[in-house]
């Protein structure tokens, strides 16, 4: 892909999950349902702030490890899965800088989980229940997040994962940063292979 490509990509990537959070702030406006849960601005807030914040960066070690482990499983789903998502995140970002990786995955990480999380999810736990309240929005980020069966379900538990470290820290803030330290760290490592843990083994 050309340079000029990759950055068009990463223009409509961003541009797409920033307007994913500016729809799930508008629609909670609407519906009374603040997307941002636990966030806060003050002085007092800024301990609780940090501590969310690095309880996401714990939360993104388990997915790096899943991750790791499910591109040496050799099982045929998987490999098959790795085969489609090699595909499409080459034909998407190869050439992108790693600047540019980050943006799209902070991009996602505050579109998709003020959406998912903080409006659907923390919405529908008002009235239904959290158990309810986080299988609905976990399915619906599964299917959002559709190439194949393999991968929507893959999403789907990620979704719960997230979904459940929002409702341990009380903060939007966690699943914020898990998702996009998550997503910065694969792009890197499915681009780069050598350049974040070490390569990969490909054969089966």
């Known amino acids: 892909m050309e340079s000029s490509d990759s950055a068009r990509t990463i223009q409509i990537a961003v541009l797409f999950e920033g307007a994913l959070a500016v729809v799930a702030i508008a629609i909670g406006w609407l519906v009374d349902q603040w997307p941002m849960i636990g966030f806060g601005t003050t ?27 499910m591109e040496r499983v050799p099982w045929r789903p998987l490999s098959q899965l790795r085969e489609l998502t090699s ?38 736990s008002r009235f239904l229940g959290l158990a309810v309240g986080m299988v609905v929005a976990s399915l619906i980020f599964g299917l959002c997040h559709w190439l194949n069966i393999t991968y929507a379900i893959l999403a789907m538990l990620a979704g719960a994962y997230f979904g459940a470290w929002m409702v341990a820290t009380g903060n939007i803030l966690t699943p914020i940063i898990a998702h996009a330290a998550y997503d910065f760290l694969a792009l890197v490592y499915l681009i780069r292979p050598d350049g974040l843990i070490g390569s990969k083994k490909t054969e089966w």
């Open 43 to 69: 002085v007092d807030q800024a301990p609780q702030q940090v501590q969310a914040i690095g309880w996401g960066l714990v939360a993104t070690g388990p997915l790096l490890v899943a991750l790791v482990i």
């Open 87 to 124: 595909e499409v995140i080459m034909r998407m970002f190869a050439g992108a800088s790693v600047l540019q990786l980050a943006l799209v995955a902070a991009a996602a990480g505050v579109g998709e989980e003020l959406l998912f999380r903080g409006l659907v999810q923390a919405g529908i």
